[in-house]
């Protein structure tokens, strides 16, 4: 029972399946005997999770037959496959070529490679060598042992495995969060908001040299490296505060619009070389480099190719000499403050508006860009809008699957196509969503946002960072949150509590759920990690039992990535033990929904954005958190919940988690 859900226990001998027609009488049988009779009214679905049963037994009277009975009936039923649903396809030189001739056979729904003469029961069979075997109508793959490869039949778009890193997270509680972190001379500009209304800081974003007065005009002035001076820099103070929220990397901005870079640059003059601090020895990207390989952060620059309003505006570079200096600079980072983990380039820049040069081709500099950073550091994952690549999706905008343009990881500048849910190219969606200070008090959802630190304004509480995590992350996208040090080269004290206060409550709140559906055999085989996904299909409602008198907040789904992104619309009920099914989660309706009794109408589109008036997105994706839309007091009656395919890419369906969670804070609600 604690290895599949299609059994409850009862007593150590006694057990009542829920789907296999076997009804075990209350007298105690042996262990052997109730086994063989269960297995004998199961499909090969049941059997496994029988199997499983048999593994978990403790009994030391009849341990031995137990494991010979199931090693058995595992052999038979799962590897030898004496059905019709294996069939040999044949001796093949590798799994990628069973792979292939699974995508060709119209029936095949996983395939197994055996790499060498060892079969899983530890016997020598040389005519098994290479053997690939083509699985039908099962929903598993009959693989469990280290000689042999095998998958279910993939023919839709996945990530790469570097995408699925981002998406993932070091922590896997806290998942794809990361921190955005603008540091800079707007940081130490005291005049700022006389001259940005909106609090961002921005910097020589006039054609003035270091003017300090309302003469500048409108913008933001170029500020004079002089300004430059944390008088208590610790890039470590930085680290370990984003190690407590739980985020996998920062995001510094390197080098900001304006062109000042946080490094003694050879390829400019306007860096911190040129500032009073430390004498003008001061390297900051080494200190948060280092401070970042030793508390293992992720380290990810801000510094795009096409913004630098100084050389521009004041020093007015020439096309090739700043294409020559952009590229260089990414160089510099590259080689001496890595290993980058990602570049976060901002900005179409279809305009030069003092960002490059007129003259410059930005499709010929970009791709020199790119091909510095594949050749340099082709793990390096880079963010950048449709028109440049890269490996994840612009910050708004598009979904997570496109129809034509260029693979992840390239160097191909080809127009990212449109959004299709039949597309050929996976690519994460990302949201800076969040930002520390933001709206007149510095704790509201509307603008102005400043990105960097505004020391005459307040700062979020730990629950809207929470929320935001929520909406983000819990939607399955990569959330970034933008927090920034203050005048001291630290993070305030008070930002960093609340920083540690959401991680706490996220590690506390989806570490153990209430309740979780396992997938079939999930620890009687655990080195085959697809195991724990939840196979289906979309017209077969998915059950999960809640002990009685657990109180629940949210409903986590995840889809198993490596089978693609296929669930398009769903909806979760849920019921007392007396009670019918009602709604907890409903579905997303299509835009035109009238609400109407008569009507229901719901999205079938595969989107990262709501549709029409809903409040959320219609995907399940790599992660979604759904906050009950019943009291949380009444979920204590809650004896089922039953998670509804409402349409899919495919009739089969794979689910990584359906598990509740119960709010686990450490404020006052």
Known sequence: SRTCNWITPSRRHRCRPLQAAVHVRSKAISQHSFLSEMAAHCSLLHSMTFIALARSFVDTTSAAPIQEWSTQMFNTTILHGEGSYKTSAGVMDSADDCDAACKKNSTCVAWTWQSSEKRCTGEINRQQTQQCWIVHDAPISPTHCIDHVSAFKQTMPVPTQRQLQLMTGNDPVVGGFSQFMHFGIPTFWIEGDKFDPNGTYHNCVSNADYCDDESCGAYAPCLSPKLFNPTNFSAEQWVVAAKQLGVQEICLTAQHEGGFALWPSNYTKYSVAASDWRNGTGDPLREFADACNKHGVGICYYLHPLCDHYSVMVQNVSAEKFSEQQVGKIREVLTHYGPVNRFWFDGKGKTPAGRYPPALDRQTHFQKVLDEIRELSPSTLVTGYREYGGDIASSYGSLNVFDSGPLPNSTNLTQVGLPNINGDRFFPLEQVGICMQEGPDGNSNVSPTYWFYHPLKGHANASRIFDGWLHLVGHGEVGMVNIAPGRTGQLPAPIVDVMTSVGRAIRDTFTTPIARKLGCCDACLRHSTWLDTIVSNCSTPIVL???????FDYVQTQEDFS??????????????????????VSPVWASHHTHADDVVTVSED???????????DSHVGF????????????????????????????????????????????WAE
């Open 545 to 551: 039992q809640i002990p009685l008198g657990s109180m």
């Open 563 to 584: 089978m693609s992104q296929r669930i398009m619309n769903y909806s979760i009920d849920y019921r007392t033990v007396s009670g019918p099914w009602a709604t907890l």
């Open 606 to 616: 595969l989107r990262d954005r709501p549709a029409g008036a809903d409040a959320r």
């Open 623 to 666: 992660r979604r958190i759904d906050t009950v839309e019943i009291p949380v007091a009444s979920t204590a009656h809650v004896s089922e919940l039953r998670f509804n395919c409402i349409t899919a890419k495919s009739e089969r369906i794979y689910l990584k988690e359906f598990a509740v969670y119960r709010k686990t804070v450490p």
